[in-house]
């Protein structure tokens, strides 16, 4: 098959250098990847976000990337990007007249309103015989439960909460990542019969057992992964450390994610985080490494006694299933896709949200038992290999395209347009 994807704010070619790539950039690369490995051709588009970039890049897995202007030529916040979806569309427009794809795949709802915009329009319609482009749509994050969780701390445009759920009602298929948003999705309107699963996935050929291991500063090592934003929950796992240390355990915690280390001191959530570190006396602890590219992580997990993911929310989550890949027990909050991922008393611990002294029980459960943590830890990559392979999630999604099609040519949907959604 032809394949698009478009992914507004996440290109895949951030993974090669590790800069500011997070889940949808490595889900785009490794997904496209895994495609483009079972025949199929996959070009990414994706907002040039600098007036350096090539119009087109190949990557050595064979994906092409292309890059549309769309706005300024350099780094906006992903939050700001709407006013400038319609020129997106504009050039997705051309694209698909100048070689029409099968199927689309949007990343993210902003590039589900260009998609749509793009793939609906007239002349696409006239160049395909009358029909647009079918639509598929994976949204990564929903805006309805980010404003559950964060509140005002939510910097969403206020034109998401009408437009996402018009995306997922107006789209051919919704991919879901996990079962719990198969459920946020019924709530927003989206009809069950055009809802299909197919999780994230890991490099399992990166993320190994076997292979090198940081050294470490004190007897135990436990780790936390992400940007550096509250809902994360590195805050949660830093007054977990307190009370581990406080039964008894000599342990530090690696804190990894967010601008590079050098950099740290000007970020305030990192100035959070470190005072949060001193008032609870571990500061001496607490390392904050700042970022790590992906292919140095695998070392970096292969020296922990256990991996904690505490977020206040999850759409999925990797790196817990990186660490799972590496062998290591895994502590996750009970929300989103970890529900799904990390099954409770088999590969790791899952613990109520927001709860330092459940992540601390867990810990000290886990410590006190090292032939249990190491069946954890076996158990996972076990996991891993038989359920979340690239390859794997990509004949998932192949076959969620191709009954897509198949749906879309029998009943082609209407013109669509975002006005009536509010925009």
């Known amino acids: 098959m032809k394949i698009a994807m478009v992914s507004e704010h996440a290109s895949p070619l951030a993974v090669l ?43 050595p897995s064979g994906v092409q990337v292309v890059h549309l ?21 504009d050039g997705l427009e051309q694209a698909f007249l100048a070689d029409r794809p099968d199927v689309v795949h949007a990343h993210f ?16 319609r006239e160049a395909g015989g009358g029909a647009p482009v079918p639509v598929v749509q994976t ?74 291991q940081e050294a470490r500063r004190r007897p135990v090592r436990v780790a936390t992964v992400g940007r550096l934003v509250a809902r994360k929950g590195h805050g949660n796992a ?27 001191p000007a970020d305030e959530t990192y100035r959070q985080l470190h005072a949060l570190a001193e008032a609870e006396g571990v500061a001496d602890r607490v390392e904050f490494r700042g ?30 299933l990186e660490a799972m890949a590496c062998g290591v027990p895994v502590v996750a909050a009970s929300v989103g896709g970890l529900i799904d991922t990390v099954v409770d008393g088999v590969t790791g611990r899952l613990v109520p949200p927001r709860d330092p002294e459940a992540i601390a029980d867990a810990l000290v ?3 006190a038992d090292p032939e249990k943590a190491h069946g954890y830890g076996r158990a996972g990559r076990d996991r891993v290999e038989s359920r979340y392979s690239w ?13 897509t099609v198949a749906r879309a040519a029998a009943t082609p949907r209407p013109t669509v347009s975002a006005e009536g959604a509010g925009r």
């Not at 490794?30 to 090539?54: C, I, K």
């Not at 709802?109 to 696409?124: F, I, K, N």
Request: proline residues 7%; hydrophobic residues 45%; glycine residues 8%.
């Open 109 to 124: 709802w902003m590039s589900g309103v260009a998609t749509l915009d793009a793939a609906t329009r007239q002349s696409v």
């Open 17 to 59: 250098g590790g800069v500011d790539a997070g889940g949808q950039n490595v889900h785009v690369a490794e997904l496209s990847a895994a495609l483009v490995r079972r025949g199929h051709d996959v070009t990414v588009f994706t907002r040039r976000d600098d007036a350096t970039l090539p119009d087109v890049v190949r990557m």
């Open 238 to 264: 830093i007054s977990a450390l307190a009370r581990v240390v406080a039964a008894g355990h000599d342990a530090e915690l690696l804190v990894v994610g967010g601008p590079r280390q050098e950099d740290l």
């Open 139 to 212: 949204f990564h994050a929903l805006g309805h439960v980010k404003r559950r969780h964060q509140g005002p701390l939510d910097t969403s445009p206020a034109e998401r909460a009408t437009l996402e759920p018009w995306v997922g009602r107006t789209v051919d298929t919704v991919v879901a990542t996990c079962s719990d948003e198969v459920f946020e999705l019924r709530g927003i309107g989206v009809d069950a019969d055009r809802i299909d699963v197919a999780p994230c996935g890991v490099d399992s050929g990166l993320f190994t057992p076997d292979g090198p």
């Open 291 to 320: 970022q790590v590219a992906q292919d140095e992580l695998p070392t970096v997990l292969r020296s922990l006694d256990a991996f904690v993911c505490a977020p206040w929310y999850e759409p999925f989550g990797i790196v817990p």
């Open 391 to 403: 390859d794997r999630i990509a004949a998932k999604t192949a076959a969620s395209y191709r009954d």
């Open 365 to 367: 459960t886990l410590l």
């Open 69 to 89: 202007t769309a706005g300024p030529a350099d780094r906006v916040p992903k939050d700001d990007l709407l006013p400038f979806m319609p020129a997106l569309a």
